[in-house]
C-alpha cells in the first residue's frame, strides 16, 4: 500500500469524511510545504500524549482533573450527568448550569453490545456516595437509549438518597445534546423535572 | 389519527393524487425513462419479466420509499450501476416534487422534496400517495400475522405522523429490550436492563393500539360493503387480536395496562428471550361467516378480501390526505373469471378515482373501463409510446 493510500484510508476513517475527500486532503498536504505536514503528525501526537479524561469527571483534560472540577466556584452539590465529553462543550456554551459533570462514555445499547458495566455508572455511583450531592441531572439524549439509560441512572442513584432530574425534552427527539444551541440546553436545564 | 367517522367515497370533491413527470435511472431493469403522465393514467402492457411490474414499483417508490416486493434498495439499482435515481412531479401530493438517490454502496438515501434536502425519511414517507393492487396481495389474508401488520403500519404511518413516530420509537425499544432478554439473561441486573426500555414501549404501544382500534373499528364495516359489492355472499368480519385481552380502552389506559403486562412478564420474558406482550404480536383477523377467511376462505374469497383491503386503504388515505391516492393496478385480474373481473373493475371506478396505472401482460386485453387511457408498452426495460 502506497504512503498516499495509507493516509487517505486514514482520513477515511475520520466521522463525516468519505474516500473522495480524504483523498483531496492528502493531495492538498502533499502541495503544502513539507512543515505543514510535520506540524500536523506532531499535534496529532501531543494531543495523544497529553489529553485524557478527568480522574473525577470524566472530561477532557491536560490535567488529573479539568479545569471545570478544580474550579472553587462551581456548585459541587450538582452534578449533571452527559453522555459524551463533547456535550460539556454545548452545556458550558450555554452559560446556565454552574455545577459539576460525570460523562457516562456513552449510551446503554444492547444492539452494540454496550450495557451499564461498560458505562461509568459505577464511579457516578461513588461520586454521589461520597457525599455532598444532593441533585444529579441527566442529561443523555432524547434517544430511545438516552431515555433508557436515564431511567436506569435514576433507579442506580435514586437508592442512594439523591434527588435525580431529567433535562425537559425541549430537544427535538433523536437531536444530539451536541448540536443544540444554547437557548434550547438552557431552557431544557431549567426545566428539568424529578424522575420518579 | 383523527377519527373517521364516516365513508365519504361519493362526496370527496378534492382533486386526485396526479404524477406529471417521473423520470427513471438505472432502476431495476429500466436504464432510463423521461415520461409525462395523463392525469387520467395510462395502461402500460408487457410481457412478464419486461419491467412493467418495476414502473409500478418505481411510481410506489414516492409513497413507501422502499420496494413493494420487500428488497433491500441496494438491490434496485440496475445491474452493473452504482446508484439509481427517481424524480417525480405531482399534484395533490404532500410535495410538488420529490428525488430520490440511492448508491449501492452508500448507508442511505438521499431524498429532495420540493428542491430541499430531506434529513429525516419520516418527513417524506407517503409524499406522494399511492395504493399497488396486485394479486400479490393474497398474503393479507393468507398470510401470516406479519403481512397483516405491516399492511397496518403501512397504512397507518402514512395518514398519522404520530403513528409513525410511535412505531419508530416502538420498533427500537422492541429491539433493544429483546435483544437484553436474549443476551443479558444472565446478567445479575438483567431485569432492570430489560425494564428500562418499558416506558418507552408502553407509551408507543398505547398509541399503536389506539390508532388501529379506531381504524378496525371504521374499516371493518366499510370491507364488508366492499366484499357484498365484489359478490361475496358470506358476511366479512374484520377484528383486531392482541396480546391483551380487552383493547377497549382509552390510550391512557392502555398505556397502564401494557406497562403493567412487561413488568409482569420480565421473569417469563427473561426466561424465553423475547418480548410476550405488546402490539407486535397483534393479528388482524378476518372471516367469512364467522370463520378465518385465512384457512376456510376458497383462493377467489381470498383475493375478494385483499381486494377490499386495498380499497380500503385508498379510501382511508383520502379521508385523511384529502386526495384519491394513485392506483397501481398489477394485473389485478391475473387468474380471476370474467365475472368477478367485471365487478371488481366497476368497484375500481367506483371507489377508486385517482389517476390509474394498469399494467397487463397484452393490451388486446384491456378492460373495458380502461379503454380511454393511454397506452405505453414496456419492452426490455424501454417505455415506448409516452
Ligand atoms: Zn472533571
Known amino acids: 500500500m502506497s504512503a498516499i493510500d495509507d493516509l487517505a484510508g486514514e482520513l477515511a476513517k475520520l466521522p463525516g469524511i468519505g474516500r473522495k475527500t480524504a483523498l483531496r486532503l492528502t493531495y492538498h498536504l502533499l502541495k503544502q510545504p513539507p512543515e505543514r505536514s510535520r506540524k500536523l503528525a506532531h499535534a496529532l501526537e501531543v494531543l495523544r500524549d497529553r489529553v485524557h479524561p478527568c480522574g473525577v469527571c470524566g472530561n477532557l483534560t491536560e490535567d488529573p482533573e479539568c479545569a471545570i472540577c478544580r474550579d472553587p466556584r462551581r456548585d459541587r452539590t450538582v452534578i449533571c450527568t452527559v453522555e459524551e465529553a463533547a456535550d460539556i462543550g454545548a452545556i458550558e456554551r450555554a452559560g446556565e448550569f454552574r455545577g459539576l459533570y460525570h460523562v457516562l462514555g456513552g449510551r446503554i445499547s444492547p444492539l452494540d453490545g454496550v450495557g451499564p458495566e461498560h458505562l461509568t455508572v459505577r464511579e457516578l455511583e461513588a461520586r454521589v456516595s461520597a457525599g455532598g450531592v444532593s441533585e444529579v441531572i441527566v442529561a443523555t439524549n432524547p434517544s430511545v437509549e438516552g431515555e433508557a439509560t436515564a431511567l436506569y441512572l435514576q433507579q442506580s442513584l435514586v437508592r442512594l438518597g439523591v434527588r435525580v432530574s431529567r433535562i425537559a425534552r425541549g430537544l427535538p427527539v433523536g437531536g444530539d445534546l451536541e448540536y443544540a444551541d444554547g437557548g434550547t440546553i438552557a431552557q431544557a436545564l431549567s426545566a428539568r423535572r424529578e424522575m420518579i | ?386
Not at chain 2, 28 to 45: F, T, Y
Not at chain 2, 61 to 74: K, T
Not at chain 2, 293 to 315: D, K, M, N, P
Not at chain 2, 320 to 349: K, M, N
Request: with cysteine; net charge positive; glycine share 8%.
Open chain 2, 1 to 386: 389519527m383523527t377519527a373517521v367517522s364516516q365513508e365519504t367515497s361519493g362526496t370527496t370533491q378534492a382533486l386526485p393524487v396526479c404524477v406529471q413527470q417521473v423520470t427513471i435511472r438505472d432502476f431495476r431493469n429500466i436504464e432510463r425513462a423521461e415520461v409525462e403522465v395523463p392525469a387520467a393514467g395510462v395502461v402500460l402492457s408487457g410481457l412478464n419479466g419486461h419491467g412493467k411490474t418495476n414502473v409500478l414499483e418505481a411510481l410506489h417508490y414516492g409513497h413507501a420509499l422502499r420496494s413493494l416486493r420487500g428488497v433491500r434498495d441496494q438491490e434496485l439499482v440496475r445491474f452493473g450501476q452504482e446508484a439509481f435515481h427517481l424524480a417525480f412531479t405531482a399534484t395533490g401530493g404532500a410535495v410538488d416534487s420529490l428525488g430520490i438517490g440511492v448508491a449501492r454502496t452508500g448507508r442511505r438515501k438521499r431524498l429532495v422534496s420540493d428542491g430541499v434536502e430531506v434529513t429525516r425519511l419520516g418527513d417524506a414517507f407517503a409524499a406522494i400517495p399511492s395504493v399497488v393492487v396486485s394479486p400479490r396481495d393474497v398474503v393479507l389474508v393468507a398470510g401470516t400475522p406479519q403481512d397483516r401488520r405491516r399492511y397496518l403500519d403501512l397504512l397507518l404511518a402514512a395518514t398519522s405522523r404520530r403513528y409513525l413516530s410511535a412505531l419508530q420509537r416502538y420498533r427500537a425499544a422492541l429491539v433493544r429490550r429483546n435483544a437484553v432478554l436474549r443476551d443479558q439473561s444472565r446478567a445479575a441486573d438483567a431485569a432492570a436492563q430489560a425494564a428500562v426500555w418499558e416506558p418507552a414501549l408502553a407509551e408507543t404501544g398505547a398509541t399503536l393500539w389506539a390508532e388501529r382500534v379506531r381504524w378496525v373499528d371504521w374499516a371493518a364495516r366499510v370491507t364488508a360493503d366492499r366484499c357484498a359489492e365484489m359478490g361475496e355472499p358470506q358476511r366479512f368480519a374484520m377484528r383486531l387480536q392482541s396480546s391483551m385481552r380487552d383493547l377497549t380502552g382509552t390510550e391512557a389506559e392502555l398505556h397502564i395496562a401494557l406497562a403493567g403486562a412487561l413488568e409482569r412478564e420480565r421473569q417469563s420474558d427473561l426466561r424465553r428471550g423475547m418480548t410476550q406482550h405488546g402490539p407486535h404480536r397483534d393479528d388482524l383477523l378476518l372471516m367469512l361467516a364467522g370463520k378465518m377467511a385465512r384457512s376456510f376462505g376458497s383462493g377467489g374469497q381470498q383475493r375478494t378480501i385483499a381486494l377490499a383491503l386495498r380499497l380500503v386503504e385508498a379510501a382511508t388515505l383520502r379521508e385523511h390526505r384529502g386526495h384519491d391516492p394513485i392506483l397501481l393496478l398489477d394485473d389485478p385480474f391475473a387468474e380471476l373469471d370474467r365475472e368477478r373481473s367485471a365487478r371488481i373493475l366497476a368497484l375500481v371506478a367506483q371507489h377508486g378515482r385517482g389517476q390509474r396505472f394498469l399494467a397487463i401482460p397484452r393490451d388486446d386485453e384491456v378492460p373495458s373501463g380502461f379503454g380511454d387511457l393511454t397506452r405505453w408498452r414496456i419492452e426490455g426495460g424501454v417505455i415506448r409510446g409516452a
